[in-house]
């Protein structure tokens, strides 16, 4: 069973407010710290390739993959692991995906076979997540793809998704609209002053220099424990 939960913070601000910078540096951080996984991806809007909003995610994961020892990165992968490089290309270097079983079997079509991805990415990310915690950054999320909506709606879909701090940052409205009900929002907006503090919650201590929003920081580090706190049942 899972040793934590899933937590969703929406980060909303204009352009330029500071948004990239803080995310950056906590995820950093918070790698450093606690020994995070730590999967991040930006979003372009001059983009048009499918998976825009998650294809630096997938790229990390993969990279995460090729590291661990062939046995450990075996104990990740679900039955249906094979099938991942055929919606995302970049998983067929990871030797125990090479080796792993591509049956097709109950993909009809398309949309069967994305469904099937979706599900044994979705099985990854549980499993790593009770390995480690496990934090996901999405930068620039009003310009996100419908392919990529539609793969989030999976990962993050009840019972039991995979427990993790799932963070998007958006500088518009039409962000909001996208994930309305899913995440709580956050808004950078205005002016809030802030230099150097050492924000430290429950055995997790960074430091922020030079920053704006230092309640924003303190909101992500309180994210980031309650994510990795026990999940209670209904």
């Known amino acids: ?45 001059t983009e048009t390739l499918a998976y825009k909003a998650v294809d630096g995610i997938i790229d990390a994961l993969a990279q995460s993959l090729r590291k661990l020892p ?21 998983f067929s270097r990871v030797r125990a995906i090479q080796e792993a079983s ?10 069967a076979l994305r469904s099937l991805v979706f599900t044994a990415l979705r099985e990854v990310l ?4 009770d390995k480690r915690p496990l ?9 996100a793809d419908a392919e990529s909506l539609a793969l989030i709606g999976e990962l993050l879909r009840p019972p039991d998704p995979p427990a993790m701090l799932f963070v998007i940052a958006t500088t518009t409205t039409a962000g909001y609209q996208m994930v309305r009900g899913r995440f709580s929002t956050v808004f950078m907006e205005g002016w809030e002053a802030g230099d150097r503090m050492k924000l430290a919650q429950g055995g997790l201590s960074i430091f922020f220099t030079g920053f704006r929003f230092l309640s924003v920081a303190i909101i992500l580090i309180d994210a980031m424990l309650r994510c990795r706190r026990p999940r209670t049942s209904a």
């Open 1 to 45: 069973a899972s040793q934590g939960t899933l937590v969703t913070l929406h980060v909303q601000g204009e352009s330029g407010i500071g948004k990239s910078r803080l995310l950056s540096h906590f995820a950093e951080h918070v790698s450093l710290a606690c020994g995070a996984l730590v999967l991040s991806s930006r979003c372009r809007e």
């Open 70 to 90: 062939l046995e450990e990165c075996r104990a990740l992968l679900p039955r249906r692991a094979g099938l991942l490089p055929l919606v995302f290309p970049v």
């Open 102 to 111: 591509a049956s097709t079997r109950g993909a009809q079509d398309k949309l």
């Open 126 to 129: 549980s499993r790593a997540s």
């Open 135 to 143: 934090l996901v950054v999405i930068d620039d999320f009003q310009w």
